[in-house]
């Protein structure tokens, strides 16, 4: 697939271990529905072989998805802060480019607790030139939480707003002339202290300033800040709104849908395709 040009496949890369394969089928099957008979990759960067690599590989097959299982190994991050939201596969991403074939020229990543709601395909081929990513901010927060992330990246050049690693579009030729193994072990090994989101403040810290800024109500929909986005639209981006021009609507925090006492406004949504995804399995 050429960048910009007419698309023949979708490349998706997700990172996920065996606690996840549940959500990543949830996240497949809205994809599925939304993209019909359009020709997806599938690729998923993984510590080790996961458990049910068949089981996942069984229900791409029956998408009518490409499946392709990326075994990095427990080395490469080994020494980077982790936390129990954030192990070490969270740094994956920032060195998928290794790993990934050498003839793909661009991948979507998506976090595995993502619903698509719309097509995506204008998004995969939008015009990059030399940007490395393309991401969205959630600036729901404003002003304050922007200079906070900058002081504590120490990074006041960064232009745009802190970005959301969530859902993040790749231009893999540029970003393997351009990201070095080395400079993003350094940058975590100098500022380890101060990354709490620690992936996505690698990526901001270091390549900002090549990122095009997606508009997080349609690309990166946080379904945590349901009332600021009703607030920011004068209430004119509701549950209608958001059906209708939202393509990915993430569940990012710790609150997920799929466990117990989970309120959000989009729970039904959630909890609907779940089922539907579920039914999926039992007809494979």
Same mark, same amino acid.
């Given at each position: ?69 990326? !075994? !990095? ?74 200079? !906070? ?17 969530? !859902? ?117």
């Amino acid at each position: 697939m050429k960048g910009g040009g007419e698309v023949q496949e979708l490349n998706l890369l997700f990172v996920i271990d065996d606690g996840y394969v549940d959500q990543l089928k949830v996240t497949l099957y809205s994809i599925q529905q939304e993209l019909g008979e359009k020709k997806v990759a599938i690729y998923l960067m993984q510590k080790e072989s996961l458990a049910r690599e068949e089981e996942l590989a069984t229900y791409c097959q029956g998408l009518g998805y490409s499946y392709h299982p990326v !075994v !990095v190994g427990n080395q490469i991050f080994k020494d980077a802060p982790t936390t129990d939201r954030y192990p070490d596969t969270i740094y994956y991403r920032l060195l998928a480019q290794e790993f990934l074939p050498q003839d793909l020229e661009r991948i979507l990543y998506l976090d595995a607790d993502i619903l698509c709601l719309n097509d995506f395909t204008s998004l995969y081929q939008m015009e990059m030139g030399t940007a490395l990513y393309a991401a969205a901010s959630h600036n729901a927060d404003g002003d304050i939480l922007d200079f !906070v992330n900058k002081l504590r990246l120490q990074n006041f050049e960064m232009e745009s707003s802190y970005f959301n690693t969530g !859902v993040l579009l790749m231009n893999l030729t540029a970003i393997r002339e351009a990201v070095e193994r080395q400079a993003i072990l350094d940058y975590i090994a100098k500022n380890k202290n101060f990354l709490i989101l620690p992936d996505q403040d690698v990526l901001n810290g270091l390549y900002a300033d090549r990122v095009l800024a997606l508009p997080d109500e349609i690309y990166n929909y946080d379904a945590r800040y349901s009332m600021l986005y009703q607030a920011r639209s004068n209430n004119q981006w509701d549950l209608d709104w958001v059906i209708a021009n939202t393509v990915f609507l993430h569940f990012a925090g710790r609150d997920k849908p799929w466990k117990a006492g989970y309120r959000s406004r989009y729970a039904g949504l959630y909890k609907y395709m779940a089922k539907k995804a579920r039914e999926r399995v039992d007809r494979v």
